[in-house]
């Protein structure tokens, strides 16, 4: 049990680390000195008393990933609001229950949070996680006129539905948006593989040439997050 904790805390530290771009030495130090490194760090880097509550959390959620679930489900139980049933729908979410996930956030679009973009985005991501493309389209398309919804992932899930559902046509435009440069490369990848399975070689292969000369001048850091990316760029265009 001690050694599991150990483990989660140094996760969380690199994670922390990662995150707030602090100085690399510091992930020798957690996992050669795996006790003293992680406190140490702590300490130092992390420790307020909003940060400790997080820690915290994050320590529970990987050593029992269903406990958030639990506590979220009774929390609704005792008050059956709307920011209580996202919250809860989230934590599904994030443990890949996207079925109850979707139940919790259907419920939740009930009187005048019936028309709520977070929501109705977030069921947009989890009926494309279980391949219900009318759903998705559904849901994009009451959402579509909302400012953040342009050039987003969401609008990216949409042209993919859209592709699913046998309207390639009408895909493209929508997958036309999230074609910025430096920018949305796993999505492009994506868009460059449905244009190559759906004739269009030419610009499919336009993308991926662009892909993987961007892949050359970004940072380091952006680099190693998007290796399995540029890698299968560098595939396709072999």
């Not at 949409?158 to 895909?171: D, H, M, N, P, T």
């Not at 949305?184 to 070689?201: F, I, S, T």
Request: proline fraction near 1%; charged fraction near 25%.
């Amino acid at each position: 049990m001690y050694y599991y904790i150990i483990v989660a805390l140094q996760i969380f530290c690199i994670y922390h680390l990662l995150k707030n771009k602090n100085q690399y030495y510091w992930i020798f130090i957690i996992l050669f000195v795996p006790i003293l490194g992680s406190i140490v760090y702590l300490i130092t880097q992390v420790y307020n008393k909003r940060d400790a509550e997080l820690i915290t959390d994050g320590i529970t959620a990987i050593i029992n990933p269903t406990k958030k679930v639990k506590d979220l489900q009774a929390k609704l139980e005792f008050s059956d609001t709307f920011q209580n049933k996202i919250d809860l729908a989230d934590a599904y979410f994030e443990i890949n229950d996207f079925e109850n996930a979707i139940i919790q956030y259907e419920s939740a679009l009930e009187g005048r949070f019936q028309n709520d973009f977070y929501t109705q985005k977030q069921l947009v991501k989890a009926y494309d996680k279980v391949d219900n493309y009318k759903k998705v389209i559904m849901y994009a398309e009451n959402i579509e006129s909302h400012g953040e919804f342009k050039k987003s992932n969401t609008q990216f899930l949409y042209g993919k539905a859209l592709v699913k559902a046998g309207r390639f046509y009408e895909a493209e435009p929508e997958l036309e948006q999230i074609n910025s440069s430096f920018a949305n490369y796993e999505e492009r990848l994506a868009y460059a593989k449905l244009l190559l399975d759906n004739g269009k070689q030419a610009k499919g292969m336009d993308i991926l040439n662009e892909l993987s000369s961007e892949s050359k001048h970004i940072v380091k850091q952006n680099l190693r997050k998007y290796r399995a990316t540029f890698a299968e760029v560098e595939k396709l265009r072999n």
